[in-house]
């Protein structure tokens, strides 16, 4: 054998060695990049582990959004394999910064229609909630209210001081309900959605930066001074579920105003340059499945996107609106932010 030819025979093998290594490697580990409320059982977890002879790591990345501002910069090179959590108000942003490849799971059929998010097959749907307003039912019935049928009746003066909501800039679902009220009052009508806001701050409106802040310390039902805050369709019966004495009722209610309450759809995806991609398509389909579908609704408080899977007996004390707000992922996508700076002018100073 000539010097040449043992060379690269050498190189060859070398080579070889490399590509069974790496091979190794991918789908040994599947790494996934969510946002902090992910919460999925760990015997769930353990088996889509065993059942794939695979270590599953949760990666937590701070909210919605920033998990989305790092799967941009690290994009063609992501520290994840799948991106849990992006929803119809960050879709549209995802799809042009193209940091996903496609795939189509073949339980997408147990989806119905309108819960796809993408009908590019980038992201896949998950999960689904509705953000509107709730009440407190002892504050108002005190007081001798009734809850408000339309979202004109905020600014009047006997809900003066009454409603606390959450920073759009800030807080997911302070994003959802001010694009609710845009669906509800127009951009550009004789009374528009600013228009709107503007008579809120006038009427004594509190503006809080996130969530926990508004209904854990504003909100009446835990010693605040508003009767009315933003938050979920299932977190009445997350009121019934966490109750240290058994409930027959709710204590809080929703708001059940057409056009003012938004769907909010969550979905997961394969970051490109995954190094797990195989792994992380077999992730997304066990995703879908009912085992996974049937586990987080009594620890996200969402509903699972399969229609075949189970919701907790205790959701019945989520009433949920019979139609909620109308605005795509593309139009969000292209105004998100124009419409949180129009709003943070006309709130805010």
């Given amino acids: 054998m000539t010097y040449r030819i043992a060379v690269a025979a050498l190189v ?3 080579l070889a060695l490399l590509a069974a290594c790496g091979s190794q490697d991918e789908d040994r580990e599947l790494v996934i990049m969510t946002h902090d409320s992910f919460d999925v059982g ?12 695979a270590t599953v790591v ?10 989305l501002n790092r799967a941009i910069l690290e994009k063609g090179n992501p520290s994840a394999d ?32 309108h819960l796809i998010l993408d009908d590019t097959n980038h992201v ?46 800030s807080s997911s679902p302070g994003l959802a309900f001010l694009i609710a009220t845009i669906a509800y009052f127009g951009e550009d009508d004789d009374y528009d959605y600013l228009d709107f806001w503007a008579d809120l701050r006038a009427n004594g409106l509190l503006v809080r930066d996130g969530w926990s802040d508004a209904y854990w310390t504003d909100f009446s039902m835990y010693g605040g001074d508003y ?20 409930l027959g009722e709710a204590p809080t209610g929703n708001v059940l105003i057409d056009n003012a309450a938004f769907l909010q759809i969550e979905g997961i995806g394969v970051l490109k340059g995954a190094n797990s991609r195989n792994l992380a398509r077999r992730f997304i389909d066990f995703a879908l499945d009912t085992r996974f579908q049937e586990d987080f ?9 399969n229609s075949d899977a189970k919701t907790p007996e205790f959701f019945r004390f989520a009433e949920v609106p019979a139609q909620p707000a109308r605005i795509g992922p593309a139009e969000i996508g292209e ?8 709003w943070t002018d006309v709130v805010l100073r």
Avoid: C, H
Wanted: charged residues 25%.
């Fill in 124 to 169: 896949t749907p998950i999960d689904y909630g509705y953000v509107l307003l709730n009440y407190d039912k002892a504050f108002l019935q005190e007081a001798g209210m009734s809850p408000p049928s339309t979202l004109e009746e905020l600014t009047r003066p006997e809900w003066k001081g009454r409603l606390v909501v959450q920073n759009p800039a």
């Fill in 58 to 67: 949760i990666l937590k990345a701070g909210d919605a959004g920033l998990v």
């Fill in 82 to 113: 799948l991106l849990f959590g992006i929803d119809n108000t960050y879709l549209g942003r995802a799809l042009d910064e193209e940091i996903f490849d496609p795939y189509r799971p073949d339980n997408l059929d147990s989806v119905p229609d």
């Fill in 297 to 305: 609704p009594d620890k996200m408080f969402v509903y699972p996107a």
């Fill in 335 to 342: 105004k998100r932010e124009k419409w949180i700076d129009a």
């Fill in 227 to 246: 009767p009315l805050v933003v938050s979920y369709a299932t977190s009445p019966a997350a009121e019934v579920f966490f109750s240290e004495t058994e």
């Fill in 42 to 53: 760990e015997d769930v977890i353990a088996e889509f582990e065993q059942a794939n002879d």
């Fill in 12 to 14: 060859l093998s070398t």
